[in-house]
């Protein structure tokens, strides 16, 4: 009996110099680390964990053909968090001086009793040590966490808790500062309250990160808005003429990057022929432009009532009397209350 209770005495010792130098361990997880011994500047980076177990991986990569499994190639690792570590995420392994000596790939998560939240890894971990210490780049981890943060963002949003959507945006800012999604989703938040300067400073922020957005809807989310908010400042909000002239020529600049991600939308054709068709000079310049965006308009939404209304008017300007009662027609098939094509038909028909 007297030896049961030593041995539970002695593992419940284990477990709190283990939990206590973890604690401790968690207190200093920022550092910076050099990738060669002559790298004066170094990357910031996050200490994920300590390895516990280095051992030959069980299975050879697609490309080996030899057979024969390499030593030192699988590690096991023992997290201080699991947070911001994800399925193929790259890991750094790292020597006492802070010097980078392998990489490893997560392939599995597992818990186990003694040592809480585990990982396994695989890479070439011939210069690596049980001890060493295993660290994510401080963006890639910052990246995670913002991602956490947005998530969260969106549920708010989506319930219509908008004060603390934007409370979990600023969080996931604070983390990742030029996160187009983040910067995207506020942006929209504001936009929806029709707060619009503060909407198109942070949409502005995200499109000079858009090569970070790999949702080609959020692409278009992103880039239909801006060219949403353009028409606002260049025909509906009250700015001199330069910034005007600035607004419309941004529109059509948005306007088209975003149709080279979705040609279909009806609506941005449409929005496309309207900064065409509302110069500010009075001129017939843009009328053939404005035209071939109204018609594709159509195309893709034949029941769009001001697209036709709009086809209706320029054909009519330019003598088409045809045309102009064809479309004025279908304007009215799509809205009957539409009082402007009403007007065309009556007076021309």
Same mark, same amino acid.
């Given at each position: 009996?007297?030896?049961i209770?030593?041995?539970?005495?002695?593992?419940?010792?284990?477990? $709190?110099?283990?939990?206590?130098?973890?604690?401790?361990?968690? /207190?200093?997880?920022?550092?910076?680390?050099?990738?060669?011994?002559?790298? !004066?500047?170094?990357?910031?980076?996050?200490?994920?964990?300590?390895?516990?177990?280095?051992?030959?991986?069980?299975?050879?990569?697609?490309?080996?053909?030899?057979?024969? *499994?390499r030593?030192?190639?699988? *590690?096991?690792? %023992?997290?201080?968090?699991?947070?911001?570590?994800?399925?193929?995420?790259?890991?750094?392994?790292?020597?006492?001086?802070?010097? +980078?000596?392998?990489?490893?790939?997560?392939?599995?998560?597992?818990?186990?009793?003694?040592?809480?939240?585990?990982?396994?890894?695989?890479?070439?971990?011939?210069?690596?040590?049980?001890?060493? %210490? +295993? +660290?994510?780049?401080?963006?890639?981890?910052n =990246?995670?966490? =913002?991602?956490?943060?947005k998530?969260?963002?969106?549920?708010?949003?989506?319930?219509?808790?908008?004060? !603390?959507?934007?409370s @979990?945006? %600023?969080?996931a800012? @604070?983390?990742?500062?030029?996160?187009?999604? *983040?910067?995207l989703?506020?942006?929209?938040?504001?936009?929806?309250?029709?707060?619009?300067?503060? $909407?198109?400073? !942070?949409?502005?922020?995200?499109?000079?990160?858009?090569?970070?957005?790999?949702?080609?809807?959020? %692409?278009f989310?992103?880039?239909s808005?801006?060219?949403e908010?353009?028409?606002?400042? $260049?025909?509906?909000?009250?700015?001199?003429?330069?910034?005007?002239?600035?607004?419309?020529?941004?529109?059509?600049?948005?306007?088209?990057? =975003?149709?080279?991600?979705? /040609?279909?939308?009806?609506?941005?054709?449409?929005?496309?022929?309207?900064f065409?068709?509302?110069?500010?000079d009075?001129?017939?310049?843009?009328?053939?432009?404005?035209?071939d965006?109204?018609?594709?308009?159509?195309?893709?939404?034949?029941?769009?009532?001001?697209?036709?209304?709009?086809?209706?008017?320029?054909?009519?300007?330019?003598?088409?009397?045809?045309?102009?009662?064809?479309?004025?027609?279908?304007? +009215?098939?799509?809205?009957?209350?539409? $009082?402007? =094509?009403?007007?065309?038909?009556?007076?021309?028909?």
């Amino acid at each position: 009996m007297k030896k049961i209770i030593i041995c539970l005495l002695l593992l419940q010792i284990a477990i $709190a110099n283990v939990y206590g130098n973890m604690l401790y361990e968690r /207190d200093n997880l920022r550092t910076r680390v050099f990738f060669t011994r002559s790298d !004066e500047l170094g990357r910031d980076v996050v200490i994920k964990g300590k390895i516990i177990s280095i051992s030959a991986s069980e299975s050879l990569p697609e490309n080996d053909i030899s057979g024969i *499994a390499r030593e030192k190639t699988r *590690a096991t690792i %023992r997290l201080f968090s699991n947070e911001g570590v994800k399925i193929n995420d790259i890991l750094y392994v790292i020597d006492n001086n802070n010097l +980078v000596v392998s990489k490893l790939e997560v392939k599995q998560f597992f818990s186990n009793r003694t040592f809480g939240n585990m990982l396994m890894g695989y890479g070439n971990l011939k210069l690596s040590i049980e001890g060493y %210490r +295993v +660290v994510q780049i401080l963006r890639d981890h910052n =990246a995670q966490w =913002a991602f956490i943060h947005k998530s969260n963002g969106d549920k708010h949003f989506r319930n219509g808790r908008k004060g !603390e959507a934007i409370s @979990e945006y %600023r969080k996931a800012l @604070e983390m990742d500062s030029e996160s187009p999604e *983040a910067r995207l989703a506020l942006g929209l938040v504001y936009f929806s309250d029709k707060i619009y300067n503060f $909407a198109y400073s !942070e949409l502005k922020k995200s499109y000079d990160n858009i090569q970070r957005l790999y949702d080609n809807e959020d %692409r278009f989310t992103l880039l239909s808005t801006l060219a949403e908010l353009s028409y606002i400042e $260049a025909y509906t909000n009250y700015n001199t003429s330069a910034i005007r002239i600035r607004f419309r020529n941004e529109g059509i600049k948005y306007s088209r990057e =975003a149709l080279k991600v979705n /040609d279909l939308s009806a609506d941005l054709h449409f929005l496309l022929g309207e900064f065409y068709y509302k110069t500010f000079d009075r001129s017939d310049g843009n009328d053939k432009e404005a035209r071939d965006s109204y018609l594709k308009a159509v195309a893709a939404n034949p029941g769009h009532s001001m697209a036709n209304l709009r086809l209706a008017m320029l054909y009519i300007k330019h003598s088409n009397l045809e045309k102009g009662v064809f479309y004025a027609g279908k304007a +009215v098939e799509a809205d009957p209350d539409n $009082a402007e =094509a009403l007007e065309l038909l009556r007076r021309h028909k």
